[in-house]
């Protein structure tokens, strides 16, 4: 138990282009999700955290209006890119929060490569 | 603000041989420990957690303390195998039971030779 899965896995596109990415819990409910940013050979870095319902909550230095966040329901969160610029290529994964979950497990997807060209 | 230091790799070892990979975290308040494993080509997997100071996680062989003294939390393996080929990520949640976002370490690339 416990899947998360992201669409699509690997994204290019043109610069000043928007690119969406889903996140989905698929055996679980995700009352929280989480948004990571990781680029080669470095650490995985909080970008949001987002609650079932209502606004995401952005780490200092990630632009709220660049990274949009929806929250719908309890299985699926997306991540659009705005306007991307090839600064914006890389590797971004999403986790969820089990629902009840008392140790703040996380449960991560595959990760989506973007390539902003 | 929190942070963990995990060793970097790549560490190169061969099969059967005894695997410990270093962590040290600095955190306010009284943080749950994961170690995360990357297998390549996919997400992060939760190998094993701790939530308390002495408490030991452990699964597939793997075991990693949780020592309050001396703020680490080293992962740990007496006879790895080909497949512990991974990168592995030490990572903290400074609430404890909360849900914030986790703070990851660099990632220790291991290489296991037959």
């Known amino acids: 138990g416990a899947v998360v899965s992201q669409h699509p896995s690997r994204v290019i596109c043109k610069s000043g282009t928007s690119v969406k990415i889903e996140c989905r819990s698929l055996d679980f409910q995700a009352t929280t999700m989480f948004w990571y940013r990781q680029f080669p050979k470095q650490s995985l870095m909080l970008m949001a955290t987002s609650n079932e319902g209502s606004k995401a909550t952005y780490e200092q230095g990630v632009e709220k209006d660049k990274f949009l966040i929806n929250h719908a329901s309890l299985t699926l969160s997306t991540l659009t890119v705005t306007s991307a610029h090839p600064e914006d290529s890389s590797f971004y994964i999403c986790?969820?929060?089990?629902?009840?979950?008392?140790?703040?497990?996380?449960?991560f997807g595959p990760g989506t490569r973007l390539t902003v060209l | 603000g929190d942070s963990v230091t995990q060793m970097e790799g790549p560490v190169t070892l061969s099969e059967e041989a005894f695997l410990t990979i270093n962590c040290t975290y600095t955190a306010t308040g009284y943080p749950s420990l994961f170690w995360y494993v990357q297998y390549p080509g996919e997400g992060l997997q939760l190998l094993l957690k701790a939530t308390k100071a002495d408490d030991k996680g452990s699964n597939k062989g793997f075991e990693a303390t949780y020592r309050k003294e001396t703020t680490s939390f080293h992962l740990e393996k007496g006879s790895v195998q080909v497949s512990d080929s991974a990168v592995y990520f030490c990572?903290?949640?400074?609430?404890?039971?909360?849900?914030?976002?986790?703070?990851f370490g660099k990632g220790t690339h291991l290489i296991i030779q037959p």
């Open positions: 990572a903290l949640s400074a609430s404890g039971g909360g849900a914030d976002g986790l703070t």
């Open positions: 986790s969820g929060r089990r629902q009840g979950s008392r140790y703040n497990e996380q449960f």
